[in-house]
């Protein structure tokens, strides 16, 4: 259970066949190919901006995660409490 095996594979492809046809299989993975690459695009932008943050800036976002960070912690252990 939880594994995908080459017989779960040719299941797949046939269930997509029978959906989509031939004649459109070939622009669904054109479509999933382009939004895979978009996303990764995205994260790729967002990591080349955090790097870019002057360091000042950098340690006012750290401090501010924490603190939050914090306040999720201490509600989720004021509800644990609270239903014990």
């Keep these: 259970m939880g594994q995908f095996s080459l017989p779960h594979l040719l ?13 459109r299989l070939p622009q669904l993975g054109q479509s999933i190919g ?5 996303f990764k695009d ?7 901006e ?8 950098q340690a006012q976002l750290n401090q501010q995660q924490q603190q ?6 201490t509600e989720q252990t004021e509800k644990k409490e609270h239903n014990s």
Excluded: Y
């Excluded at 939050?68 to 912690?73: A, D, F, G």
């Design 68 to 73: 939050q960070n914090t306040t999720v912690h």
């Design 50 to 57: 955090s790097k870019n943050v002057p360091p000042q800036q």
């Design 11 to 23: 299941i797949l492809v046939l269930i997509l066949l029978i959906f989509f046809g031939p004649s």
């Design 42 to 48: 995205g994260l790729n932008e967002l990591d080349a």
């Design 34 to 38: 382009k939004a895979i690459k978009g």
